[in-house]
């Protein structure tokens, strides 16, 4: 009798266990990209030429869809990606170009199946990356400027030489490190983020974040291909 009712509970344990195990696995994984704005062709003119960033408009959005095919070869096909997209950077520079950018982005997020998250803010983009589930995002990559203490949402969009929206060092405590699976790989393409940021990262989200010791190139993403550091990467 005793070992009848000892089989029939270790049956009914697997019966309602094993969904839920079966279901973990085949989840899709979580995947963040946060893509920073343009400056303003005009003033990039004034700049000395070794100088200038942003003369063609998508340098950070054409990285973002490089990463994009990157990501579904490497974690599968139904990988979600989370777009966050500097929306203002875009609207001012389309202004200017009189070319409707922010039009061009929703289009991508449709072809590539990502979900475009527009902010205008470094505090609205925290908020969109901590409404992600606990312990489902297997990467991080930030495109955009920077310096060695933080990200730059907007650069020479609305000052020359100045940002008007960033996510600081001292502030990636308010990043929950607990939406990060284990081993998550979070890197910053921006310049310099390896020489302070990566850091401050590390001791607030409990994550390493691969940064640039020197400046990185976007010269190359035009054919295809991803932004390189001119220095090298700090892991």
Known sequence: MKCSIFILAVFL???????????RADSPSQHIILCGGPSLLSWEKLRRKTERH???????????TIRFGIIRRAYGENSKVTWIVYRKGYQIRQQEDGVPYVKYINDLAVKYKVRLVWINTGDQA???????PSRSVRTF???GHSNK?????DYGSEVL???KAWI???????LKGSIYAPGAVCQSYGCHTGESMSAFWKKALGHSLVGARGKTDYAMVGRGKMPHVNGRWIY
């Open 149 to 153: 203490h933080c990200f730059m949402l």
């Open 126 to 132: 925290i908020n969109a990356i901590n409404k992600h």
């Open 54 to 64: 942003d003369r063609w408009w998508a340098n950070f959005i054409r990285a973002s």
């Open 141 to 143: 990559d930030f495109f």
């Open 168 to 174: 600081h060092e001292k502030n990636l405590w308010k």
């Open 13 to 23: 344990l697997s019966l309602f266990s094993a969904p839920a195990q079966s279901s």
């Open 161 to 163: 030489g100045a940002s």
